[in-house]
């Protein structure tokens, strides 16, 4: 039930996944006077979507916390117990997205040998059919250099199995790419990067905010509240970029007549336009992965559309595909980090 066009983009953003995923099958949780109706105009969905009802739900206000506390009958924390139990492989949501991490991270446990989980999507670049992942774009204000070891083998993995890099280059963001540069956590986690030997990928040093888009690494490592900052200044200059050019066509008469007189070459171009329209398509970069849980969750953004949701479904099916989870532990079995859980991890439990 969450996203601001929820359930229909739910519904139909499962109709559009199973054209790439034919064996999908699909629990879906919330209100279903409202969401029966959806599935019967999606011909063949009723056959492999469950409706499981429930009145209660999450809303972007709420905060994490209360989330928590009250909102076990809620449609996220009754998707996110179907993974816990092994009901499902995955589960998808474009709500709340801090009410996600907690409740995720509540219900589903970090991984041994992971102190925190994190968030991370993929980004285009402008190196053709390359993108980057980065992370942690906001789950994690404050990370210590093993927090950011964590996240470089979370997204290694990820950069390597779903996106088929075989040595996926891991960089540090940094104000600078010289050693001496940055305060003392990037430098000591520098430090663990190069001395760890059987990383999933080849850790090239520091890496600056232009390198991302350049595609200078597959992936980007960073704390959350720079993760975070950088991806709203990405996301905030391609609008602004987009809007300037409509601005600059429509300032004039003699502009919209320039514009007029351009149509015959854009007709020529037309496939590279579309070509290009396609690559930087938000939609499909939708679907950030909670990483480093022991259960696979997949953030969708709030306000994107069917297409976009369909996008985020496809995340969640190709990580549980590849048994992404496993593939983790495995690595980090490889560089001795495999453990019980964190004595910081288990306190927030109690806590809890």
Request: aromatic share 4%; with cysteine.
């Amino acid at each position: 039930m969450g996203g601001d066009d929820a359930p229909l983009i739910v519904i139909e953003g499962a109709h559009l996944a199973r054209k790439k995923y034919p064996q999908a099958k699909f629990i879906v949780f919330g209100d279903e006077n409202e969401i029966k109706p959806l599935v019967k105009n999606y011909p063949g969905l009723e056959g492999v979507m469950e409706v499981r009802h429930t009145l209660d739900r999450i809303t972007s206000e709420d905060k994490p916390s209360t989330a928590l506390r009250s909102g076990r009958n809620s449609s996220m924390r009754l998707a996110i117990n179907a993974v816990g139990v092994g009901e499902a492989h995955c589960v998808v949501s474009a709500g709340n997205t801090g009410a996600l991490m907690a409740i995720a991270k509540f219900v589903l446990k970090v991984l041994p040998g992971i102190t925190r989980p994190a968030i991370a999507t993929h980004l285009p670049t402008k190196v053709a059919g390359h993108s980057a992942v980065m992370l942690d774009l906001g789950a994690n204000v404050e990370c210590d250099p093993k927090n950011l070891l964590e996240f470089g083998v979370l997204v290694g993995v990820f950069s390597r199995e779903i996106l088929k890099i075989a040595e996926p280059r891991i960089g540090i963001l940094n104000i600078g790419s010289e050693s001496v540069k940055g305060h003392e956590v990037v430098k000591a986690a520098s430090e663990l990067f190069s001395a760890a030997a059987h990383l999933p990928g080849k850790y090239i040093g520091f890496i600056e905010g232009d390198d991302i888009g350049a595609g200078t690494v597959d992936v980007v490592v960073t704390d959350g509240f720079t993760g975070n900052v950088s991806l709203k200044t990405m996301e905030g200059t391609a609008k602004m970029l987009a809007s300037l050019v409509k601005q600059s066509f429509q300032s004039s008469w003699l502009m919209k007549l320039g514009a007029l007189l351009c149509l015959p070459g854009l007709l020529v171009a037309l496939p590279a336009v579309l070509a290009l329209k396609k690559r930087l398509d938000p939609r499909s970069y939708n679907g950030a992965s909670l990483v480093g849980l022991k259960g696979l969750c997949i953030k969708s953004h709030g306000g994107t559309d069917a297409v976009g949701f369909a996008h985020a479904i496809g995340v969640a099916a190709d990580m549980a595909l590849i048994r992404f989870n496993e593939k983790v532990e495995q690595e980090l079995e490889k560089i001795g980090m495999g453990a019980v859980a964190a004595p910081e991890v288990m306190a927030e439990e109690a806590a809890l």
